[in-house]
């Protein structure tokens, strides 16, 4: 009987130290700042750690053109032209913070790597040149086929997450993360159809203002791509 006792409080005592643990933690994030961002979207994210020190965080967001802000407030934008795509992104990213901190959720400097993924296209028809001779094609077809941006980029971040305090207490279930960062970042833009053949020719003089320029094929090419906006964090 003494022995199961004596079990009985050890059990107790190793599960009351385990709730007592303030090393680990769950963020649940919103980025608001995507609703304003050239390829908007609505995006949210989820930060977990093990230590308190580092973590893992993932994020993937949703968006279409047709709720763009800045395309809304462009009278002379063509709708044709400009509207019309879906987004899809993801971003993965870890983090270290500089020192273990006192709170759980740790707030304070950090500094991240992160992976980014972006998918933005279309349905859309187009003029295609075909059977060209001397560089004039003989004659245009009209097909549908799907305008396609695919983006992959690389960036080094400093952040740092802020609680944010009611004043009244000093434990939060809300933070504040405000990070920037730079690397860079490839983009592939196509066109893309049935029957296509190497021979056809597209006009290249359909741009779409919020990031995605239309041609023939476009190899990716590596660009400096800055990183930088803010997120408001719960606790879960």
Partial sequence: ??????????????FTFAQQDTTSFKLLKVSPLHVFDLDNGISLAFENSKDGIRSFQLEAGYGHSDANLWLAMDDFADY?????????????????????????PPSGLYYAFDFLGKHVFKN???????????????????????????????????????????????????????????????VYNSFTYPFEEASD?????????????????DRPVPVVSGAFGLKIGKVL
Avoid at 80 to 104: C, H, I, M, N, S
Avoid at 136 to 146: L, N, R
């Fill in 80 to 104: 044709e032209q400009f509207g019309g795509y879906q987004l899809f992104r993801v971003r993965a990213e870890w983090r270290k913070y500089f020192k273990k901190p006192d709170t759980t």
């Fill in 124 to 186: 859309e028809d187009f003029n295609v040149g075909r059977q060209p001779i001397a560089g004039q094609p003989q004659y245009f077809e009209k097909v549908e086929g799907k305008v396609k941006k695919t983006v992959g980029g690389f960036h080094f971040k400093i952040g740092n997450q802020i609680p944010l305090n009611s004043g009244y207490s000093a434990k939060t279930d809300w933070y504040l993360d405000l990070f920037a960062g730079l690397g860079f970042r490839v």
């Fill in 201 to 217: 020719q597209i006009n290249t003089f359909n741009v779409r203002s919020l990031g995605t320029i239309i041609t023939r094929k």
């Fill in 1 to 14: 009987m003494n022995k199961f006792v004596f079990f009985l409080l050890f059990v107790l005592a190793q």
